[in-house]
């Protein structure tokens, strides 16, 4: 009785569904490739999928809050941008990803104020937005690209903070660890996280009970902001350059990362769990595929299909239990 309880318990779960995929799609993966058995191959061509894996933490924030940010790409191409031109104008390098880290919190506070104070939907404001910032981006640079970094700044993806064997952890990865960690206990250890659930569930209902949505909106915005930023620069150096169209069109990548590990796009539910684990999913589906030379036009309408399987399968779940029930 207690191990059927146990196992009703974990199949309510939100997390189960994308880790169920997760195991499935590294299970068909190995068979295909014999590279997926070696986790030093996965870590060494996961870098582009870990910086948009990072913004998909944050995004989880804002999602379960009710809410949404398309910019999130944009901003990462504009913090690029702004930093690689300080940097060219003179400004050592340090100074230049300050600017850019400076950048994205502006961004962030821009779409902040629009859609706490202003009340506007973040869905119309962050499509503008969206356009606005990488349009600010083409204004300054062109169709040019900008390099001829520092070295030391040159492929941070690169640089191995802890190896054993042909295990090698870089720099991105474990700041994408360490920053889920840190997600994690705000999200779900904090009164502010239950602030984020109380918003994303009932609003109204929040705003009575004395949480001021407004700042709540705003910190989640900046802090948006603030981590796209620092993806954007560290893409830039993982690129040796920053051009106008530098994550182009990713939005949506960043947004099936939160949406396959479980949140409801109309708030109130998500994990850092989750979107941690369909991350991986994504890392190992986007290789697999690509190792297989499946276009990218396919490799989208599979991730979309994987997506619809991973809304469909809870929902039925659930009715089913409630035809159970009745």
């Known amino acids: 009785m207690m191990v059927n309880k146990n196992i009703k318990k974990l199949s309510e779960r939100q997390e189960t569904v994308p880790f169920v995929l997760l195991v499935v799609v590294l299970i068909i993966s190995m068979i295909m490739s014999e590279s997926f058995r070696d986790l030093?191959?996965?870590?060494?061509?996961?870098?582009?999928?870990?910086?948009?894996?990072?913004t998909a933490l944050s995004m989880t924030f804002i999602i379960v809050a009710g809410m949404i940010d398309l910019s999130v790409p944009s901003v990462m191409c504009c913090s690029a941008t702004i930093t690689a031109l300080v940097f060219h104008a003179g400004m050592p390098m340090g100074m230049a990803i300050g600017c850019g880290l400076l950048t994205g919190i502006v961004c962030g506070f821009f779409n902040g104020v629009l859609i706490s104070f202003l009340k506007l939907p973040s869905m119309?404001?962050?499509?503008?937005?969206?356009?606005?910032?990488?349009?600010?981006?083409?204004?300054?640079?062109?169709?040019?690209?900008?390099?001829?970094?520092?070295?030391?700044?040159?492929?941070?993806?690169?640089?191995?903070?802890?190896?054993?064997?042909?295990?090698?952890?870089?720099?991105?990865?474990?700041?994408?660890?360490?920053?889920?960690?840190?997600?994690?206990?705000?999200?779900?250890?904090?009164?502010?996280?239950?602030?984020?659930?109380s918003i994303g569930s009932n609003e109204q209902a929040a705003i009575h009970?004395?949480?001021?949505?407004?700042?709540?909106?705003?910190?989640?915005?900046?802090?948006?902001?603030?981590?796209?930023?620092?993806?954007?620069?560290?893409?830039?150096?993982?690129?040796?350059l920053v051009r106008y169209d530098m994550n182009l069109n990713t939005e949506i990548e960043v947004v099936i990362m939160v949406l396959l590990g479980g949140a409801d796009i109309n708030g109130g539910r998500g994990s850092i769990l989750g979107t941690f684990i369909a991350v991986i999913l994504v890392i190992i589906l986007r290789t697999g595929?690509?190792?297989?030379?499946?276009?990218?036009?396919?490799?989208?309408?599979?991730?979309?299909?994987?997506?619809?399987?991973?809304?469909?399968?809870?929902?039925?779940?659930?009715?089913?239990?409630?035809?159970k029930d009745k």
Not at 219 to 229: E, N, P, V
């Open 40 to 54: 030093g191959y996965f870590l060494r061509t996961s870098t582009r999928y870990i910086e948009l894996g990072l």
């Open 124 to 197: 119309i404001v962050t499509i503008g937005t969206m356009s606005l910032f990488r349009g600010v981006s083409q204004i300054l640079i062109g169709d040019k690209g900008l390099g001829a970094f520092p070295r030391w700044f040159n492929s941070i993806d690169k640089r191995v903070v802890f190896e054993t064997g042909n295990i090698r952890f870089s720099v991105t990865l474990l700041f994408f660890i360490i920053a889920a960690v840190l997600f994690y206990l705000v999200l779900h250890r904090t009164s502010f996280g239950r602030m984020i659930y």
């Open 289 to 323: 595929l690509i190792t297989a030379h499946i276009t990218s036009d396919a490799q989208m309408a599979l991730m979309g299909l994987i997506l619809l399987v991973s809304i469909i399968i809870p929902n039925i779940s659930t009715l089913l239990r409630e035809l």
């Open 209 to 240: 009970s004395g949480i001021n949505t407004k700042m709540v909106k705003m910190i989640l915005f900046i802090t948006s902001g603030l981590i796209a930023s620092i993806a954007g620069i560290a893409t830039m150096s993982r690129l040796l």
